[in-house]
């Protein structure tokens, strides 16, 4: 009910992105007034704030900063538009939620620094911008303050976005998920999970160990891990030279914070970025790394950074597995997919046009660094893709994560810290012990985390690797096995709805139209689970059961594969 919702809204975010103007515009629709902290600060003292920071320095500021705070979150019916740095002090953040609404309003440092330049951002005017290298100081900033941010109720992408979209989008958040929101009213009073107690305090203890039979390394789960990458480094024993390999999208994010955090830990680090995309992931990309690492005289003992997601992951992993027979690599999974599987279990690989992952080795990284805060940065339909593999995580091996992922899905949706956390750990942890006990598929153990994945290669090849992301294949692709599943006799109609019901909570498609199922049978003919000419299919009898099957009638799997197609009539009715 209306009622229920706060009534002030607050916007937080990174200088740039637009707080002020929204804050207005959302006003307007409201019909509330809308109020900037640095205005009210300017306003009773009477001073601007370059003058403030320039004769009183930063502390002043934000003590006079948090007095403005309290005065507007006195006020009610009001869209407060607030400083860069605000949500760093707990109490602010507390005085935030307790009858408040936070957003925040998101964009790349890039994005942001060419409307801070637009608008007339100086370093006079902006004073925690001075220097030479404005867009580094911004990169540098915003990543120190990200975990802080990642704390709103909702975030917000604003680069593709134009002020009244935003505003709607701000809105539409408020009369969705507010009224949830502020029933905790210390949901943001603590410190974001993983954030060590004091600067520069890393707790140090991974989130669990694969035991592999070629390799044993740590995976570490923590918010704000990125800024502690070369400590991670240096307990794992690695020295030397550090070759981070990311993609244009996540190097805008954290390619800069990478490189500080490994060259402060006495690194020599250097960077070689890719296209985003699938299309990078291919043996002509892989040359053109090899001649880079010989360019940069890379050696044995150097590490390969995977700074990205799982295409990343998949191609520098490649790269470290094959040039100079094997160079130490260390996974940097940034997206919610690559933390949860990508990452874990030591699969490179690269794409032949024929079908996915064709040309690859097991390959196990020495150590993995997850930064959970990093998933605040997805785009949203990545994020998206992402729950995919969770539920799948779910399906096969823990009811009690699918009983989390079906009464949380609103809190990891908008990545509520604490259960988010929490579910990337128990993914990982999950993830972990399949690879422990079968690192090279050769006992079956590990055949099952294939649960969707035949139809969804075929779908991705068939594509082109367009059309879909890896996610988003896999999902349609669980659709397909529970409805072989149950044309089978092996699983319950009951599953396949409950299955369908959590893939559509988070948004995930079951189908797949406009794609050629002929393709896609061609494809999955191909597809790297086939034992002898047969393909191997992992089915479900009940959650945590998965099964192996071979001897799926071909019939079946063009009828399957035509409906996730959607060449055929939609799915509903009795399965026999």
């Known amino acids: 009910m209306a009622s229920q919702r706060p009534g002030r809204i607050f916007l937080t975010g990174f200088s740039g992105s637009g707080k002020s103007a929204v804050a207005a515009l ?19 003292s009477g001073r601007s704030i370059p003058d403030i920071f320039a004769r009183d320095g930063e502390a002043r500021f934000r003590e006079l900063e948090a007095e403005a705070l309290r005065e507007a979150a006195r006020q009610t ?24 609404f936070v957003v925040c309003l998101e964009g790349q440092p890039e994005v942001l620094w060419r409307r801070l330049r637009d608008a007339g951002g100086s370093a006079t005017e902006r004073p925690l911008l001075a220097g030479p290298d404005p867009l580094g100081r911004i990169r540098a900033l915003k990543a120190q303050r990200q975990p802080f941010y990642a704390l709103a109720d909702c975030t917000i992408h604003t680069d593709s976005l134009n002020l009244s979209q935003v505003a709607e989008d701000v809105v539409h958040a408020w009369r969705r998920l507010s009224a949830r929101a502020a029933r905790d009213p210390d949901r943001l009073s603590g410190e974001p999970v993983g954030t060590p107690a004091g600067e520069g305090a890393p707790t140090g203890r991974p989130a669990c160990w694969v035991d592999a039979e070629s390799a044993r390394y740590p995976v570490h789960v923590e918010w704000g891990a990125m800024t502690r990458l070369g400590e991670r480094l240096r307990e794992a024993g690695l020295s030397g030279a550090a070759h981070v390999i990311s993609d244009d999208h996540v190097w805008h994010h954290y390619g800069e914070a990478a490189l500080a955090s490994l060259r402060q830990a006495g690194f020599e680090a250097d960077s070689y970025v890719v296209p985003a995309g699938e299309a990078s992931k291919s043996l002509t990309t892989a040359s053109h790394l090899y001649e880079w690492l010989a360019s940069r005289r890379a050696e044995r003992g150097h ?38 599987d990508a990452s874990i279990g030591g699969k490179v690989a690269v794409n032949l046009s024929e079908a996915k992952n064709l040309v690859g080795a097991f390959y196990q990284p020495r150590l993995v660094v997850t930064d959970v ?4 940065t997805l785009p949203a339909r990545e994020l998206t893709s992402g729950w995919a593999e969770v539920a799948k995580h779910a399906l096969i091996m823990d ?17 509520e810290p604490g259960v988010t956390a929490a ?3 128990r993914n990982v942890e999950l993830k972990a012990q399949v690879v422990s006990e ?5 006992t079956g153990r590990r055949t099952i985390l294939n649960y969707g994945h035949t139809v969804a290669h075929g779908l991705e090849a068939a594509s082109e690797y367009e059309a879909l992301l890896h996610g988003e294949a896999v999902a349609v692709g669980m659709a397909a096995a529970a409805e072989i599943g149950q044309r089978l006799g092996v699983t319950p109609p009951a599953l396949a709805e409950r299955q369908a019901a959590v893939l559509a909570s988070f948004g995930l498609p079951q189908e797949a139209p406009g794609i050629d199922p002929e393709r896609v049978l061609a494809a999955t003919a191909l597809d790297k689970k086939v034992s002898g000419r047969a393909v191997r299919w992992v089915l479900l009898e009940d959650v945590g059961r998965p099964v192996l099957r071979d001897d799926v009638p071909d019939a079946l799997v063009r009828q399957a594969v035509r409906r996730a197609c959607g060449a055929a009539e939609k799915r509903g009715g009795r399965r026999g």
């Open 26 to 44: 959302v006003a307007a629709a409201l019909g509330w007034r809308a109020l900037d902290t640095d205005d009210i600060i300017e306003e009773r």
């Open 77 to 100: 019916e009001v869209v407060v538009a607030t400083g860069g740095g605000i949500v760093q002090s707990t109490a602010n953040r507390r005085l935030m939620a307790g009858g408040g």
């Open 303 to 340: 590490a390969v950074v995977a700074l990205g997601g799982g295409m990343v992951g998949d191609l520098a992993g490649f790269t470290a597995a094959t040039y100079l027979r094997g160079l130490p690599l260390v996974h940097v999974p940034t997206s919610l997919l690559a933390m949860v």
């Open 373 to 376: 805060s990093a998933l605040t």
């Open 399 to 415: 009811a009690d994560l699918l009983s989390t992922l079906e009464t949380q899905v609103a809190d990891l949706r908008r990545l």
């Open 423 to 425: 579910v990337v750990r």
């Open 438 to 442: 079968d690192e090279r598929e050769t």
